[in-house]
Structures are given as C-alpha cells and as structure tokens.
C-alpha cells in the first residue's frame, strides 16, 4: 500500500523558515513527478512546487518562487521542501502527493494519484 507521510510543519513567525518531509513507502517512486500543494483556510488546493524524481528537474508556483526549495533523497525515499522568508499567506495545510508517471512536472493535482495527509502551516504577522 502506497503511504505518503508529511512533517515539520507547525507556527513560525513571518520571515522565518521551516522544512517539510515527506516519507515514501509502498512503492519505489523514483520513475514519478512528486509534488507539494497547499490549501488555506477558505481556499482550494493549489500547487506549489514539482519535482522529478529521476532528474531532480523542478518547477513552482510564482508564489513561491525564490523563496521554496524542492528535494529529494533517494536513499531515505522522502521528498523535501524548504520554505523560507515565509509570510503569513503561506499559512495552510501543506500535502505532497505523487503523480502517476514523471512525464511532465505536472501541477495540476488532477496528474497525481497519491497524496499524503497534510501538515499545518501557520505564519504568524
């Protein structure tokens, strides 16, 4: 069975930093586009940020662009991202999903089939 288990988020203070984790199991997904979305309080889904497993390409959202960071370890099977200067319109809760194939950095959720529970954000001003 596929899992997807997010971490690290919590509350931090407007500029600073924080790393989310997320830990892989159930298959090997290194032939797939992973990906973090975000959904804030009163908000639908959006993405921020893709990553392809096999050639670390990236892409993200304008939102947060210059200021996330995409990753990977293959050897820990867990996807990364790395938020700084954080503000407090990236309050949300945080989800990785995995896409169904790595055929393009998709960011479009409708792409990805799994999708990890969510870890809560929370920028204070």
């Known amino acids: 069975q596929v899992q997807l288990v997010e971490s690290g988020g919590g509350l931090v203070q407007t500029g600073g930093s924080l790393r989310l984790s997320c830990a892989t199991s159930?298959?090997?997904?290194?032939?797939?586009?992973m990906g973090w979305f975000r959904q804030g309080p009163g908000k639908e889904r959006e993405f921020v940020a893709a990553i392809k497993w096999s050639d670390i390409s990236t892409t993200y959202a304008d939102s947060v662009k210059g200021r996330f960071a995409i990753s990977r370890d293959s050897a820990k099977n867990t996807l990364y991202l790395q938020m700084n200067s954080l503000k407090p319109e990236d309050t949300a809760v945080y989800y990785c999903?995995?896409?169904?194939?790595?055929?393009?950095?998709?960011?479009?959720?409708?792409?990805?089939?799994?999708w990890g529970q969510g870890t809560q954000v929370t920028v204070s001003s």
């Open positions: 999903a995995a896409a169904r194939n790595n055929y393009y950095l998709y960011s479009s959720s409708v792409a990805y089939a799994y």
């Open positions: 159930g298959r090997t997904f290194t032939s797939y586009t």
